[in-house]
C-alpha cells in the first residue's frame, strides 16, 4: 500500500501520521491485504455462508436491579467534564433556524 493511499485512510479515521507512521503503517497494511488475497484463494464451493465461524447461544444474565453508579465515579477517568456531564468534541453541524 502506497503513501498515498496510507494518508488517504488515516484521513478517513482522522489519524494525523508521520512520515516514518504513513511507512510503517503501509508495509504493516500490505502484508495484511496479502493474507486476506491468501484467503481469497481458498475454495469455498459448497460452503453455506454463515454468520459466525461457531455456533452460539445468547447469554442472558438475570435483570436484576442494582444501584447505579455515582456519578463522581463515572465521571473521574474522564479526560473532560464540566463536572456533571462527559465533554466530547462536536462532531454534528448545527444548522441554523
Known sequence: MDSDEVRRVAALA???L???ETEEFGRQLTRILGYVEKLNAVDVD?????PHAVDGLNVFRPDIRT???ERD???QNAPR???????VPQILEQKEA
Open 14 to 16: 482522522r489519524l494525523t
Open 18 to 20: 508521520t512520515q516514518q
Open 46 to 50: 459448497g460452503v453455506e455462508p454463515m
Open 67 to 69: 444501584d447505579s453508579l
Open 73 to 75: 465515579n463515572a465521571l
Open 81 to 87: 467534564t464540566d463536572g456533571r456531564f462527559f465533554l
